[in-house]
């Protein structure tokens, strides 16, 4: 069965400074993984998504993130936190192809201090 | 493009009550998902439906009924509300496509109080 586990439940950050969310996965099918942001009180945003092209994914915002079948890692990263990153991140991970099987890591919250 | 729909946004209901949750969505998606989301447990899969007048059982579908008779629209059901079922309900859409790695598109939510 899939899981995700998100390590950290809170980062803080300060503004300029590099970002780094950690996520680990298991997966009994070749996985699908996806990183969404939420804003307070808004609906989640895709921030990017691994497509198996390539290990290394970019996405919205200056994020991207890398993928390690090694060490069944996803982390998302960020040279350098902008307040406007201060958020709640969702690693999920999907692994069937009936499009059902989505598991949602439990969040980290990204406080960016100024 | 609207997206994703959500009515209401927000409502209180009694325990006991009933309710529905409407979800629409305008892109011709396939796959419709209804989730809830309590702190610190990330999102939980309720029901999902993956066509018109096809809908399955998630992680936590106790106390929940779905419907879709309209391909643009999944309506979640709460017959009777129970305090436990006070959360913040997110619906999503997915477009079929060969493989699994195309994203879901979420509405803004709503928030559910049980008194």
């Known amino acids: 069965a899939q899981s995700v586990t998100q390590l950290d439940s809170h980062v803080s950050v300060s503004e300029g400074t590099p970002v780094l969310l950690r996520c680990n996965y298991s997966s009994s099918y070749s996985p699908s993984l996806f990183w969404y942001v939420q804003h307070p009180n808004k609906g989640l945003q895709l921030l990017l998504k691994?497509?198996?092209?390539?290990?290394l994914v970019k996405g919205i915002n200056g994020f991207e993130a890398e993928f390690k079948k090694s060490e069944t890692s996803f982390h998302l990263t960020k040279p350098s936190a902008h307040m406007s990153d201060a958020a709640e991140y969702f690693c999920?991970?999907?692994?069937?192809?009936?499009?059902?099987?989505?598991?949602f890591g439990p969040g980290t919250r990204l406080s960016v201090l100024p | 493009n609207a997206g994703v729909t959500q009515t209401p946004k927000f409502r209180v209901l009694k325990t006991g009550q009933s309710m529905t949750l409407l979800c629409a969505q305008d892109m011709n998606h396939e796959y419709m998902y209804w989730y809830r989301q309590d702190p610190g447990m990330g999102l939980r899969l309720i029901h999902y439906?993956?066509?018109?007048?096809?809908?399955a059982k998630g992680e936590v579908p106790d106390g929940y009924n779905v419907s879709r008779l309209k391909k643009q629209n999944f309506l979640l059901g709460l017959e009777s509300a129970a305090p436990s079922q006070t959360s913040v309900y997110f619906c999503?859409?997915?477009?079929?496509?060969?493989?699994?790695?195309?994203?879901?598109?979420f509405g803004p939510g709503t928030r559910l109080t049980v008194l």
């Open positions: 691994y497509t198996s092209a390539a290990t």
């Open positions: 999503a859409s997915r477009r079929k496509l060969a493989g699994d790695h195309n994203e879901q598109f």
């Open positions: 999920v991970v999907s692994g069937d192809n009936y499009g059902q099987n989505f598991v």
């Open positions: 439906s993956v066509g018109e007048g096809t809908t």
